[in-house]
């Protein structure tokens, strides 16, 4: 009989009521292995009930309680680390050691909540005017909601819901219905943790779901990370319903190479960020810029490397780059490979006819590289999200910087050189949220905010961080004028001498 992943409503598992289910295969052979429950609109409002009501009292608990829970929930996480990355495996597809690199990221963020007491310290002047104090204090909002993609169903909710809860808000999860094992054994680890029964909940669906949460008069803010135009969406729906809103989009990151890097490395790190977790993550290098004339040279090393990669099963050691998390995705993304030439592509490697001996009906693509790509093609234009890299050439680097700051896009992107000027230009005058120099994938550390510009980023706040604390609490100034105790009414003696 087919497993069933229910929602996680008040502290337990909740049994779906609407009679709808989604499916979840196991993207390497293509099986059905699962159902999980679609949530109603009745049932979302269930959820944000649970959430309202645990929020009475864990929105005034102490930071000691909010943060010993983080830290009993991160020794748990810790402890069952590989037990998760074998459901991420299973319903994504990834390989084990993918799947472990995304725990771990999560769990910095953790980390990061379980700090939470120096980020939200105030602010205090004294005797701005005479017996007159201003305060700064930092508050939660209430209930708060996040909507999660597929490609890390452990480590984009841990990108939310730890610091949110720390900062004393209760949480609604809305994960990606493709893979939601992951975040129902989150949810039973915080509740083994000790959190309070309703603040951190799990409803699971499509947009009946997601449409709820942004028209939810109790829900006071949402966190997104998807595909642009659905992070449009999200934004101006909950904007419109008054909320506040941090919704991340999608991604076209470009690497720039000049002539003077290293070639290898920059080959190495093309290869590792366009193909590490089959393309599936919106900081994947997606389009490498070669200027001048090394293009040859490098797309010749590139391709030497892609051959190599073994593809296989996620549970598979000797697999370092899994299947694609759904049939229909793979086929989206073999068309870009298909009318690539016709667009005027050279292409080097085709991967669309790839498969594995024994698992022909998984999601299979191999390696597909593209050179010489006109900045008109569908392959450069869109997101692809899979395993595919474009390559495309610059004379100067004016032009390839030009190239790069066209792109609607604008969340990473990374440049190669041995010239520590051109670095602090590109630094300066890219149009991209996050930058690397000689490393392809910039993804912040927990302490530092991760989002990006242009269509990749809707809303005015970042992701995680400095920026995460913010957008979980809201500021309040308090002006305080005491009497001098001196100035207390006849008859009333609190010790102290009259001083006039």
């Known amino acids: 009989m087919t497993r069933t992943v229910n929602h996680w409503i008040g502290g337990k598992a909740v049994e779906g009521a609407s009679g709808t289910y989604g499916p979840v295969t196991d993207p390497a052979t293509g099986a059905v292995t699962t159902r999980v429950a679609f949530a109603s609109a009745e049932e979302v409002d269930a959820a944000v009930a649970a959430a309202k009501d645990a929020y009475r009292t864990w929105g005034h608990s102490s930071l000691a309680q909010r943060t010993g829970v983080l830290f009993a929930f991160r020794a748990l996480l810790d402890a069952h680390r590989d037990e998760i990355a074998g459901l991420i495996t299973a319903e994504h597809g990834k390989v084990h050691s993918d799947a472990l690199g995304e725990v771990a990221r999560g769990l910095e963020i953790v980390d990061l ?52 809860i720390a900062c004393g808000n209760t949480f609604v999860l809305k994960p990606s219905e493709k893979d939601p094992s992951a ?128 593809i296989g099963p996620g549970n598979d050691p000797a697999s370092e780059m899994g299947p694609l998390i759904t049939r229909a995705h793979r086929d989206k993304v073999a068309s870009y490979v298909e009318n690539a030439a016709a667009e005027g592509c050279e292409v080097v490697l085709d991967g669309t006819g790839f498969t594995v001996d024994g698992h022909e009906d998984g999601h299979w693509i191999g390696i597909s590289l593209l050179d010489r790509v006109p900045t008109t093609a569908q392959a450069y234009r869109d997101e692809i999200f899979g395993p595919v890299l474009c390559v495309l050439r610059a004379e100067t680097y004016e032009e390839g910087v030009a190239l790069i700051n066209a792109s609607p896009f604008g969340n990473g992107t990374a440049i190669f050189t041995r010239d520590g000027g051109a670095a602090r230009r590109f630094q300066l005058e890219v149009e991209a949220g996050m930058v690397g120099v000689n490393v392809p994938i910039p993804v912040p550390v927990g302490y530092h905010s991760f989002g990006g510009w242009k269509d990749s980023l809707f809303g005015d706040h970042h992701v995680y961080g400095n920026d995460g604390t913010h957008f979980y609490t809201r500021g309040k100034v308090v002006t305080t004028r005491w009497p001098d105790p001196a100035d207390a009414p006849a008859g009333v003696d609190l010790g102290f001498p009259r001083n006039h």
């Open 113 to 164: 909540a379980c700090g939470i007491s120096v980020q939200l310290k105030g602010e205090l002047s004294t005797q701005v005017a005479s017996r007159v104090d201003v305060a700064s204090i930092r508050q939660p909002l209430g209930v708060v909601a996040g909507i999660t993609p597929f490609n890390f169903p452990a480590m984009v909710p841990m990108w939310m819901f730890p610091i949110a």
């Open 183 to 310: 975040s129902v054994r989150i949810a039973e680890l915080l509740a083994e943790a000790g959190l309070p029964d309703g603040v951190f909940n799990v409803v699971h669906g499509d947009r009946t779901a997601v449409n709820r949460l942004l028209e939810h008069p109790d829900v006071k803010a949402v966190s997104f990370v998807g595909s642009t135009p659905i992070a449009r969406h999200i934004h101006a729906t909950a904007s419109a319903h008054g909320k506040r809103v941090q919704a991340l989009g999608g991604a076209k990151n470009h690497m720039l190479v000049l002539p003077d890097a290293d070639l290898d490395a920059a080959a190495d790190a093309a290869v590792s960020a366009a193909y590490g977790s089959a393309g599936e993550r919106c900081m994947a290098i997606s389009a490498v810029v070669a200027v001048g004339a090394i293009g040859d040279a490098l797309v010749e090393r590139i391709r030497e490397r892609a051959e190599k990669i073994r």
